[in-house]
């Protein structure tokens, strides 16, 4: 299975954020359940003002017990 472009694309955002400590980790409330979610963000500056953008939520619970590699 190939990673889309979209999708890679978004990660070297998020890497470049990383290496530039322009992350950060915001709470807020997911629009669907209702439930607090904890989302990582690339912090991004413009004049005074700051914008978070999302890239995803931590996973609640063990992550090894949610997600499973694709079949080969």
């Known amino acids: 299975m190939s990673i889309p472009d979209h999708a890679r694309t978004n990660f070297q955002?998020?890497?470049n954020a990383a290496t530039?400590?322009?992350l950060a980790l915001m709470e807020t409330t997911e629009v669907a359940t209702g439930e607090t979610r904890y989302v990582i963000c690339?912090?991004?500056r413009e004049g005074d003002d700051y914008?978070?953008?999302p890239?995803?939520?931590l996973a609640d619970g063990n992550p090894?017990?949610?997600y499973r590699p694709p079949e080969a």
């Open 13 to 15: 955002t998020l890497l």
């Open 51 to 53: 914008m978070l953008t």
């Open 20 to 22: 530039s400590g322009d």
């Open 55 to 57: 890239f995803g939520h």
């Open 42 to 44: 690339a912090v991004g």
């Open 64 to 66: 090894f017990e949610l």
